[in-house]
């Protein structure tokens, strides 16, 4: 639930493995549900060899939503840490497109086999 008394509209699983952290999001990423996100995926550590986020589920992504995958990146980033997003739905291509994110966030059309990225 939020701070609002609502059932939150995102879905967030975090798979911890030997490859790096596996995200997997669903529903809507916006004002409301990004610190969900980056608080789920924590602060990536350099024993962490890449970061993930399967956006396959997600619905709907605000300029706060962008704001968190930037932010996750740039965590990543200074870390030496991979970050990337798989499965990205049209919709949501298509707004990291208008704000010229598809390269720097790496998005991929699919996910890469492991040991691969």
């Known amino acids: 639930m ?3 008394g609502r059932r939150s509209a995102l879905t967030i699983e975090v798979q911890r493995t030997d ?3 596996h995200v ?3 529903g809507e990423l916006d004002l409301a549900t990004a610190d969900e996100l980056t608080a789920a995926v924590g602060s990536p550590v350099a024993s962490d060899r ?6 396959g589920g997600l619905t709907f992504l605000d300029s706060v939503g962008i704001r968190a995958f930037v932010e ?3 965590e990543a980033a200074t870390a030496g840490v991979d970050f990337r ?3 990205v739905p049209p919709m949501v291509r298509r ?3 208008i704000t010229q994110l ?3 966030l790496h998005v991929l059309d699919a996910e890469p086999p492991p040991g691969e990225g």
């Open 2 to 4: 939020t701070a609002e």
């Open 72 to 74: 996750l990146h740039n």
């Open 102 to 104: 598809l390269d720097v």
């Open 19 to 21: 490859e790096g952290v």
């Open 95 to 97: 707004v990291l497109e």
């Open 85 to 87: 997003l798989v499965r």
């Open 50 to 55: 890449s970061i993930t986020i399967d956006c």
């Open 24 to 26: 997997t999001v669903g």
